[in-house]
Every structure is written in C-alpha cells, then in structure tokens.
C-alpha cells in the first residue's frame, strides 16, 4: 500500500476512535470546548505543573469533560465576560476517581517534597489529609464542578487573584487572612459574584473552586478517563 493510502487510513481510523469515545461519553457530559469554542484551557493534571509534579493518572488528554448542564451555565458566563474582554481559563473540571486515589497516594509518600515550595510552602506535608486538602473523595468527580479564572482577551494574561492555582494555604481563601491588595480582592469578588449569578456554589478555601449548585449526579463518583 503507497505511503501516502497508508497515512490516509491510520487518519481515519484515529477519526474513528475519537468520534467513538465522544459517542460514548456518559449521558449528561459533553466537552466544554464543544459548548464554549473561545475558552482557554490550562489541564494542569494534565501537565508535570501541579502538587504532584507528574501527570496524574486519568488525564490522558488535554480536554475538559463536564455534566451539559454545568456547560450551559459556563457559557452563559462567558458571554458576559467577553462583553467587558474579559473569558474564562479552566485548569480542571470533571476528575476520574483515579486520579484522587493518585493524589491519596503521593499524600502518603511524605519524602516526595517535589513541589513543596510552590504548592504548600506553610504545610507540612503529613497534614494534607488533617486539614483537608487532600481527601479520598472529590466533587470534580461527580462532574460539575470546575477550577477556573479569569482572563484578559487582550493579552490572555490571568487577573491577579493573589495566589496561585492550587496553592494549600489561607492565601487561597475567598476571604484571606493574609495580606492581598484590594485590586486583588476585587477580582476574587468577580469571579464570585458570576459564578453565583449563573448557579455555582464556592468552596471559601479556593477561590477557584465551583460546583453547580443543582448538580445532576449529586451522589455518583465517575471513573472513565479525560480524553
């Protein structure tokens, strides 16, 4: 068979799997990019660039899955924001099982300091599960939950929330003990009193942290891969 065939059906056939895997999402998700073309994705699970220091088991690809229902809301959000230049940057969203055992596991390895100084400088790492930042279950695992911020449309650069993605610590509550400026607080307020105004509930301890407040799978943990 001429190369040029060759390559043609190797195409086709990875055309195939993926138009099957899509097909075969749970009823109820959807790809958000589906939903909301102009979105920025940043899957840090995806990435060496997150608490672990590895890619997290589940991830297979840089996609972000998410119950429809969560979706609409999203895009809803989107649309006001690109009203003033300003979109949504979402660094995860539906999270299989899988990957919280993962997180369980490094928690237990309290040698494995990788990633200390960027993600949790002021906790030892033996105290993850006392207070509450690594646990056996999640709600990104129910599927409507997203970590997510938000972003100029000029120059694609994060508005400063004061912390950073993930960081275990009270700098990351909505409203911090710790020293952040007003224009930093402010853009906290943004992000909360939108994802509010289209249905999610925060997590106060992250201020990137949302689920849908009327969720459609309250009580199921999903495990099929990100891909």
């Not at 994802?195 to 999903?222: C, Q, S, V």
Request: proline share 4%.
């Amino acid at each position: 068979m001429p190369t040029r065939q060759k390559t043609f059906k190797i195409v086709i056939l990875i055309l195939i799997g993926q138009l099957l895997f899509a097909a075969n999402l749970p009823e109820g998700f959807v790809y958000l990019d589906k939903i909301i073309p102009n979105m920025t994705l940043e899957l840090r699970y995806y990435t060496n660039h997150n608490f672990l220091g590895v890619r997290v088991d589940g991830y297979e690809e840089n996609r972000s899955i998410i119950s429809k229902k969560a979706a609409e809301a999203l895009k809803n959000l989107q649309e006001e924001l690109n009203s003033y230049g300003l979109g949504i940057k979402v660094f995860d969203s539906y999270r299989p099982q899988k990957a919280v055992d993962h997180f369980v596991r490094w928690a237990r390895v309290l040698d494995d300091t990788l990633t200390k100084s960027e993600f949790y400088p002021k906790v030892d790492k033996k105290n993850l599960f006392k207070k509450g930042y690594i646990a056996p279950k999640s709600s990104h695992t129910r599927g409507s939950t997203v970590d997510l911020t938000i972003i100029n449309l000029k120059d694609g650069k994060e508005l400063d929330m004061g912390s950073n993605f993930d960081y275990f610590g009270k700098l990351s509550w909505v409203h911090t003990p710790e020293n952040i400026s007003m224009e930093q607080q402010s853009h906290r307020m943004l992000l909360q009193t939108l994802m509010n105004k289209y249905g999610f509930n925060n997590y106060n301890e992250e201020w990137w942290h949302f689920t849908l407040r009327d969720e459609p799978f309250p009580e199921t943990y999903f495990n099929f891969p990100v891909k």
